[in-house]
């Protein structure tokens, strides 16, 4: 038996203000998916959520109307078949619709995986660590090898001296490359810029680590001067660092040369800090980018993270995470009863992910890629001019195919193209699936939803006057 | 900017005994997949894996080979093709082959989605809260919320009181779970006992814990007495328990009803300690069973987890994990960006699994799932008394369908029917793939390779006898 470790233990989290619960949702069925059910099937009302959030303004709207499970012991076997048929019918046709309008969100919904349908016949499970077979025969360890290969080359790392698997996102991804920093320095403290992905900050609560929030530039780069000012203020302890290639909002990336130059300014050696790369999306992309500052395993980083299912594309979220085969020694440990090794954060793992990827590679090769980055690059540009030329303040980092602007103020149209908001901006992400045809339809019709709002705040005044000083027609 | 919490931070974990790597692995392609790209594409050695375990064996074998990615530049469009087209079907034949003969792990691989094939085609990703809508459009949450529906009426808990969402694996079950109750209980210690699953020992770790093994009864159990007198040992600290609801390796089922008698015996008042039920495979099952002990929010447990490609069945791993509502409040803050929460471990998540789940509730009803179950435990029993009647050891736990065994000598058998392992036993967990006709096949051929290792051995005495005295022929 263990016995209690002898450490010192963080006392309770800073409670959240405590608010009235918001009142309970209504069953608003989705309209298109409960068509197929609707007045025949045990309807459930939709889940209340009524849990307060720890900071931040309370999201209350938006509640998920929920679609029941039939009751299959009440129907015969005919009916539901129908029934079941119908819904996803519907279904499909919404996620038509859906994907057919998305800009906000760093997908590339444009991939073709048909040759693989057959796999879903299959229970595909990469459980435990890539490198080691378990004793379960229905995985797929060959794929993901060839992939981590396939990255380890774009990130110029030797076969022998990386470690990495498939993640289910990127903040998986994160949360392994932290918890390894973490590992390799017990004391370090976590800096990140206050741009950066939530999952970065998830970790160090969940890790009980210190954290940093360092401010960040107009670009969304990470305040190199708050950061040296930081680093040299905690220089007893390591120093664990997010770097952002791309962050989520503006697609901003901190320069990860002037980091390392920052470090050694600041007298932190090699041993003495841990850096981490959230690549999530254009980790992807800035290998592709002749003028970017190299992200590589030749610069003294610990890790990389990049997502799957953006810049690649894929029907289900996935992602990668790379770090030094060295440093895994500290967080992995065999498990008999999977005959491999437990050094990923989750134990059953997708094994249809890593054959995703395997054909994208293959199919489209480094110079597929490449075309698709520059085209990505090439709309964001147009994007952003059109929008200069319809009047509407915009915002492109040089390194990045995220178009920033004003927040469109009819919620009808941001929730039509899907648009990511934060604050009084917007974005979309050019993907490969946006094509120009599709910025056509979208900038004119941002410059209709602006032209009724405009019309209708006009009028509002004209309506005031009206109230305050009676019609003027009626004099 | 955020100020350095004044916490202290636990120092260096014990650091692993240093063993000196393993050689590299040989390319051992695979035979059935590499047959299609063989000699052709660049072929990358396959990966070296260097690192060393914490604790417990060294694992130096299985290697995996890779299949790399094929060079896209250098090959005609037709051609490539071709290679790829052959990789998918060699691969397809491998997966049929290893699907069929498949025993030891808890995978009901017994299912048929024909109906959703269709769905592959959109990138469906739940990112964020299942109960508050994202801006992203393509997701399907109000299947996730249905299903949640379901498990919330299965283990007796009101609609507007639960809070869940459908995780990737029942890892990830197991990591929020104890991550809640950290959060209630942030000084609190993890009792678990050592015949528990990995994951929640790798939750201490990672969360920075206290945490204490508890042994176990020879069923399986956790030792009772012995949690007890751990429970008095430290009373001075609330109490997170993880409670299995059937073991990984036996199937054995924590009395939770017992738990809870001890923890009043011992003084642990409901809000000192947060009970955690991890029914990865039993959970799903248990609340058909008859004579079991009853699962249920009723009773002041915290969590449950089970999870969804184990006894439900599915092509990608999945799971539940549920909780109260009140308790998620101390996990969850507000994202802008996804206007939605963050209140679950993985950010962007996999939209497909709940609609195999919801297909497959649906489909069998609650009555069909009684059936499984039944069909499990019966064929379950009829493997153990097989068994015994071949003459070999076996024990079933009474609430369980995982069959455990003396342990196949034959690596080859072991590796054929997939078979895990710990120390000297194996086992075969019966799902309801696992009919009446391969529980033949198998126990004929397990019988078969105790022979042949039985006869070996018995001729290497005769051969030893031989080099000692000499040929007695030739006398």
């Given at each position: 038996?263990?016995?209690?470790l ?7 989290l ?5 608010k009235s619960p918001?009142?309970r949702a209504?069953s ?5 998916v409960?068509?197929?059910v ?5 309807r ?5 959520y009524?849990?307060?959030p720890v900071?931040?303004?309370l ?7 929920a679609l ?8 015969d ?9 119908k819904?996803i ?10 994907t057919?309008?998305h ?6 919904l ?9 796999l879903?016949?299959y229970?595909?499970?990469n ?5 080691i077979e378990?004793?379960y ?6 794929f ?10 774009l990130?110029?790392?030797e076969?022998?001296e990386?470690?990495g ?9 994160n ?21 950066t992905h939530y999952?970065v900050?998830?970790?160090a609560r ?6 940093v929030?360092?401010g960040?530039?107009e670009?969304g780069?990470?305040?190199y ?6 680093l ?5 302890r ?5 770097v ?13 040369d002037?980091?390392?130059d920052?470090l050694k ?6 041993d003495?800090?841990f ?10 992309m800035?290998p ?5 500052p ?6 003294p ?7 799957g299912h ?5 029907p289900v979220?996935?992602g ?5 085969l ?5 967080v ?16 059953s ?8 990827m ?16 520059e085209k990505c690059l090439?709309?964001a ?21 995220t ?5 469109p ?10 648009l990511a908001?934060?604050?009084d ?8 699936n946006?094509?120009i045809r ?14 009724r709002?405009a ?5 509002r005044?004209a309506?005031a006057?009206r109230?305050r ?5 009626e004099e």
């Amino acid at each position: 038996m263990d016995s209690i470790l002898p450490l010192s233990v963080r006392g309770p989290l800073p409670k959240p203000v405590t608010k009235s619960p918001p009142p309970r949702a209504d069953s608003a069925e989705d309209e298109l998916v409960s068509s197929g059910v609707d007045g025949a099937s045990p309807r459930a009302t939709s889940a209340a959520y009524q849990a307060l959030p720890v900071s931040g303004a309370l999201i209350t709207h938006n509640y998920t109307p929920a679609l029941p499970v039939l009751d299959a012991d009440e129907l015969d076997k005919e009916e539901l078949e129908a029934r079941i048929n119908k819904v996803i019918e519907d279904y499909k046709e919404k996620l038509q619709l859906r994907t057919d309008h998305h800009m906000g969100y760093p997908y590339n919904l444009d991939f073709d995986y048909g040759p693989l349908e057959g796999l879903q016949k299959y229970c595909i499970n990469n459980l435990g660590d890539p490198f080691i077979e378990s004793n379960y025969g229905v995985h797929s360890r060959e794929f993901e090898i060839g992939v981590l290969q396939w990255f380890a080359r774009l990130w110029e790392i030797e076969p022998h001296e990386f470690w990495g698997y498939i993640t289910n996102c990127g903040t998986e991804g994160n949360l392994h490359g932290i918890l390894v920093g973490r590992e390799m320095l017990p004391d370090g403290i976590l800096y990140a810029s206050r741009e950066t992905h939530y999952s970065v900050f998830k970790a160090a609560r969940m890790y009980r680590m210190d954290a940093v929030k360092v401010g960040t530039l107009e670009s969304g780069e990470i305040d190199y001067d708050e950061l040296r000012s930081q680093l040299a203020a905690n220089a007893a302890r390591p120093a664990i660092i997010n770097v952002n290639i791309g962050t989520t909002v503006k697609g901003a990336v901190d320069d990860l040369d002037r980091v390392l130059d920052i470090l050694k300014e600041t007298g932190y050696t090699e041993d003495r800090f841990f850096i981490h790369c959230d690549g999530a999306l254009f980790g992807m992309m800035i290998p592709f980018v002749k003028r970017a500052p190299m992200v590589t395993f030749k610069k003294p980083i610990g890790s990389i993270s990049v997502s799957g299912h953006k810049f690649v594309g894929s029907p289900v979220p996935c992602g990668v995470v790379m770090t030094r085969l060295r440093y895994i020694k500290g967080v992995s440990s065999d498990v008999e009863y999977l005959n491999s090794r437990d050094a990923t954060i989750m134990g059953s793992r997708n094994g249809h992910a890593p054959i995703y990827m395997w054909y994208t590679f293959t199919r489209k090769g480094y110079e597929g890629l490449r075309k698709d980055v520059e085209k990505c690059l090439r709309n964001a540009h147009l994007l952003k001019s059109m929008l200069e030329k319809a009047g509407v303040k915009v915002m492109l980092n040089e390194l990045s195919s995220t178009v920033v602007f004003e927040r469109p103020r009819e919620e009808a149209f941001v929730r039509k193209w899907q648009l990511a908001c934060e604050g009084d901006i917007a974005h979309v992400v050019v993907m490969p699936n946006i094509t120009i045809r599709k910025l056509e339809t979208f900038v004119q019709e941002l410059v209709e939803s602006r032209a009724r709002v405009a019309v209708s705040e006009a009028l509002r005044l004209a309506e005031a006057a009206r109230e305050r000083h009676g019609d003027d027609e009626e004099e």
